[in-house]
């Protein structure tokens, strides 16, 4: 089983339309990344969240923490094909060492021109 | 250009033939960690290291040995290969003593193939 779980693990849609992707645990975070991971390259940062409740905005993306701070959202408002992409979620869990990070499976994004 | 860089990129070798991993930061980072990334499981936490000298297991540590005898590098040893180490690597580094807890460089990765 996953520390962190991510939902849908695929997710195909048009140019244009929203969706949500979900990164969920029963363990509490200090914090919670997003990354973005293109083919052939490695994982980029979008953001962090760390407070409860947060919700922090970078263009079209709304990343959102849990107030118990065990899930986080990522949504896309209309969407365009180069948000294209694997998603990920990553975070250091209380419940283990601070110093270890650790990554959901992710969401394999496509958005269709 | 700030940048994490890996080689080689791509290796196809043979089991039990020993290979190292070359990972090297130019931003002067404290925490450096490796990552294996197979489908369907994400990125697992090889091994991390807080400093020089300092090192630590993470998830998946069988089979693999590391070193920080400088900062700027984190070698990734496998001492015997064998077919379940094929994989996608990744190295990554970050700045301070909570260096999980910040944002992580990552190198463009290393796909090994052990036959």
């Known amino acids: 089983t996953q520390l962190l779980e991510q939902s849908p693990q695929f997710l195909s849609i048009q140019e244009g339309e929203n969706l949500t992707v979900y990164c969920n645990s029963s363990s509490v975070f200090s914090s919670l990344q997003w990354y973005r991971q293109e083919p052939g390259e490695g994982p980029v940062l979008l953001v962090t969240?760390?407070?409860?409740?947060e919700v922090k905005k970078l263009k079209r993306l709304t990343f959102q923490f849990g107030d118990a701070r065990k899930d986080s959202s990522l949504h896309i408002t209309a969407a365009q094909p180069g948000d294209t992409g694997l998603y990920l979620c990553?975070?250091?869990?209380?419940?283990?060492?601070?110093?270890?990070?650790?990554f959901g499976s992710g969401t394999q994004l496509t958005v269709l021109p | 250009e700030a940048q994490v860089t890996q080689n080689p990129r791509y290796l196809i070798t043979v089991t039990g033939k020993k290979l190292t991993v070359t990972c090297s930061q130019n931003m002067n980072h404290e925490y450096m960690s490796w990552y294996r990334q197979d489908p369907g499981l994400g990125l697992r936490q090889i091994y991390y290291?807080?400093?020089?000298?300092?090192?630590d297991k993470g998830d998946v540590p069988e089979g693999y040995k590391v070193s920080r005898k400088e900062k700027r590098n984190f070698p990734l040893i496998l001492e015997s290969p064998s077919p379940n180490q094929t994989s996608l690597y990744f190295c990554a580094s970050s700045y301070g003593g909570t260096g999980a807890q910040q944002p992580q460089h990552f190198g463009d990765g290393t796909r090994l193939s052990i036959l």
């Open positions: 290291s807080m400093n020089v000298e300092v090192t």
């Open positions: 990553a975070g250091p869990a209380l419940r283990r060492s601070a110093r270890q990070l650790t």
């Open positions: 969240v760390v407070t409860g409740g």
